[in-house]
């Protein structure tokens, strides 16, 4: 075989050049190498604004990363069967490389279509598992199926173990020849007019080397607080790993080893460690579950649901989206979400859960709203983790658990620090009506410079009247089905 016929690595949810087990196969032989990326918005579901920003900021790295190895970056806009099987055949390509992604729009039958066409034009192909754990074919239950609970996932995920990491490859060399290809800032990805990501740009360095570098800060100590700390948003324990997992920019298997690495060391308690990898392993059953039911963000997974009469209310929905509601942990949570891109864990689940039970508001408009706003939105993570919220979901809370938005604020953000960050102008209000403002006497409102209904919305709801709506609607629901 001719060395000067290219090797093609496509590019897709794998943003970075370690670990990247199609890179290392192209790399392994002397042929020349031309990485694609391809922004097909026609057969995949259109990212939101959010996420388009993080995208655009971890092309650019890893357009860097490569080209410093004499690697080009070819971008194109569209399906892969029509641009990766046209960029290997007008290139006479000797083979083309890419990593699976665990996931919906029947991924898997594409990738079988791609080998296919390939072939047909005398073009090699191999694919890898590279963005999760382990394999779903590799954890089924007794009877075949993918599990549909979370501990018996985990406990049989525990007792395999991830293949150890790859290294970046030492000796790479790049495609040489003319290649046509879009510009980055043509896709125009980043707003301008008006540029609303600031706040985003300010909380976040897309790109490999930051996935790392926040990898390390993590282990080297926030990961010893993480099993007591992980629900206090106030507290910043966790990872913040989700946008670069979401992109590749780093991989589950190199998070796993590296937790591994430093428990064995001693330099984690082992407690610590499991914990924030049970948290991964969510990741790995909601991508399995998303696997096994494609239509995850759109069908509920419990269908008994399809029978649940939720609220059109675009009011409510509007104010929820601008943390309005009137309940400060609420609010808190959306306004982060707004400013940053990004929403800590236990208060996605408070907001979700206010705006499917308090709200009534289909759970669909809820995670439309978050694939939309986050830089992490996730296919598999965002529509698992609003149907288990709502109640309708695999392994899903019990739909009459109903957060209690004043209880949870109270709990988990107790001096305030979080609500009066993002909510200031309740920041002068005394924490023991911090998160029931209604409650607090004329004085201390006065005294704290509000005015409910001016400064600061009056409750949107009234919580024990929204509690007693949902579970009755659930009642209506269980008579209709
Ligand atoms: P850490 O606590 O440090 O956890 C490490 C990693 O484990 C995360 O980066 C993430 O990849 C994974 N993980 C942690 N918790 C979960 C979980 N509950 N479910 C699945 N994976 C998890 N996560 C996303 O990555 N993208 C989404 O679009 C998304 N949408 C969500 C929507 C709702 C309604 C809810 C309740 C949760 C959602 N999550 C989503 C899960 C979780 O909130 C985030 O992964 C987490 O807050 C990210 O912060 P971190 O990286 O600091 O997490």
């Not at 039958?109 to 779903?136: C, M, P, W, Y």
């Amino acid at each position: 075989m001719s060395p000067s016929r290219p090797h093609i690595v496509w590019f897709r949810d794998d943003l970075r050049l370690s670990d990247n087990p199609a890179l290392t196969r192209a790399a392994s032989s002397e042929a020349p190498i031309v990485a694609l990326y391809l922004l097909d918005e026609e057969t995949r579901r259109p990212l939101g604004g959010a996420a388009r920003w993080w995208l655009a900021g971890s092309l650019r790295a890893l357009e860097k990363d490569l080209r410093k190895r004499g690697i080009p970056l070819v971008l194109r806009r569209g399906p892969a069967m029509e641009h990766l099987v046209d960029l290997a055949t007008s290139l006479k390509a000797q083979a083309v490389f890419w990593n699976r992604r665990a996931g919906a729009d029947s991924e898997a039958d594409e990738d079988k279509s791609l080998v296919g066409a390939l072939k047909n034009r005398g073009i090699d192909s191999a694919h890898f598992q590279a963005n999760v754990l382990f394999s779903t074919n590799d954890l089924r239950t007794n009877s075949g199926a993918a599990y549909r609970v979370f501990t018996p996932f985990w406990r049989a995920a525990c007792r395999l173990s991830p293949e150890r990491p790859l290294p970046i490859p030492k000796a790479m060399s790049g495609w040489e020849g003319e290649i046509s290809g879009d510009i980055l800032d043509a896709w125009c990805l980043r707003p301008t007019a008006p540029d609303w990501a600031g706040g985003i740009a300010e909380a976040w360095t897309p790109g490999e080397e930051d996935a790392q570098r926040r990898l390390q800060v993590f282990l080297g100590h926030p990961v010893l607080d993480y099993a007591e700390g992980r629900d206090f948003p106030a507290e910043a324990v966790t990872s913040r790993l989700s946008p670069s997992l979401r992109f590749g920019e780093i991989s589950p298997r190199q998070i796993w080893h590296s937790v591994k690495a430093a428990q064995s060391s001693g330099d984690i308690p082992d407690r610590a460690g499991e914990k924030f990898l049970a948290e991964l392993g969510w990741r790995e059953f909601c991508h399995q579950l998303l696997a096994a039911h494609p239509a995850l963000a759109v069908r509920n997974f419990n269908s008994d649901f399809d029978h649940f009469p939720w609220a059109e209310n675009e009011v409510a929905l509007a104010r929820w989206q601008e943390g309005r509601t009137g309940y400060p942990v609420v609010d808190a949570g959306m306004r982060e979400l707004w400013a940053t891109g990004w929403m800590h864990n236990r208060v996605r689940m408070i907001t979700a859960s206010f705006l499917t039970k308090h709200l009534l508001i289909d759970w669909r408009a809820g995670e439309k709203w978050f694939w939309d706003t986050l830089v992490d939105a996730d296919p598999a993570n965002n529509p698992a983790g609003w149907q288990w919220v709502a109640g309708c979901g695999a392994d899903a809370a019990p739909y009459f658990r109903i957060f209690n938005p004043v209880l949870q604020g109270e709990k988990f953000d107790p001096d305030g620090a979080y609500t009066r960050h993002w909510v200031p102008e309740l920041a002068l209000l005394d924490k023991r009506w911090l998160h029931h403002p209604w409650d607090a006497p004329e004085a201390a409102l006065k005294s704290a410079k509000i005015t409910l209904g001016q400064t600061y919305p009056s409750p949107l709801v009234d919580h024990s009247k929204a509690r007693k709506r949902a579970l009755a609607s659930y009642e209506e629901m269980k008579r209709a089905r």
